[in-house]
């Protein structure tokens, strides 16, 4: 067992440190963003595999964090813990026109065509997801990293500290400077907090994209899919528009009270990656799926280094 820096406390850094101290390493995170500052926190955060390739490794990496997350959300006598802001919810994603099964199939239990649409709809399927409450998730993480005995400290990199033994580069967008990667780029997206209005299943229609997810106190309303766009701050028509769609497709929306917004850049790449090049271990570019396919990482991440 040896001493591992994972570098990023995002979803990805900090299930990584995780995964790596159950297999007995000693791990220190570096962030120049702390867990709540990250791009992870903004997620909406619903388990689906979206924009992240390639398929056959974003199935199975998908498949076993649908697995490990619906751990975490069972009920405490079951092993899961109701602290960790991750909980299984019932959805519908929605299509204009008649549609394949998605690419992703395997990596989901069961998936039901439904007819039960809104207005507007021809095709559909629901499933039961996972879904995390962001800061709760990430804050339930990073005490994991605490108890297992890793640590978690605020550092701004200019280049992987190599040299001390091995290094796992989670610093998803800032990969294009920490590994050298000019093909991360970012893909923005804005989403809009708005109050619990009494709902308790997700919706999405890839098209807007426009996706509805209950969490417990608020619903987060999106979104966007802006690639190349580095700002964020939030704009108001495009959040008028977000709330418009949204209205459509959940009527039960219209008027809810607007709680804030917030904008993220995905880390999007042609492809996830994943490999290690001599001591360090990359793994970044999960584009808009970096919960659907985190544990799934971090397991290949805990083999690299064994
Ligand atoms: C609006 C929106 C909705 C989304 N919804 C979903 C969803 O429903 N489901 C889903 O699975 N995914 C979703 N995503 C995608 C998900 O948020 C990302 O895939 C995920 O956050 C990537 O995690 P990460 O840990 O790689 O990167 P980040 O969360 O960006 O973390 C990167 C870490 O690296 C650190 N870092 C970077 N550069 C340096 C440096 N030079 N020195 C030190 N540290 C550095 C950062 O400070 C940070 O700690 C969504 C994203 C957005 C924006």
Redesign the pocket.
Known sequence: MQRVIV???????LTCAVRLLEAGHRVDV????LPLE???S???????P?RALPQDKVTAWARTSYAVLSRIAAPSDLGGDPESGVRMLPGTEVFAAPTGDPWWLPAVPSLDRTLDLPDGYRDGWAFTSPTADMPVYLAWLAGRVAELGGTITR???SALPVGRGPVVN?????SR??GADRSVVPVQ?Q?VYVEQVGLDRWWLDGSGPTYVVPRGHDVVV??TDVEGEWSRTPSPEVASQILARAARLVPELRGARVLRHKV????VRPAVRLERIGDVVHC?G???????LSWGCADDVVSLLS
């Open positions: 570098v990023g406390a995002g979803v990805i850094g570096l962030a120049r963003d990250t791009t992870s903004v997620a909406a955060a619903l388990w689906y979206y550092l701004n990199l989670c610093a998803g967008l800032g400077l920490l997206g989403v999106g979104g993220g850049l995905r880390p970044y999960h584009g808009g799926a970096g919960v659907t």
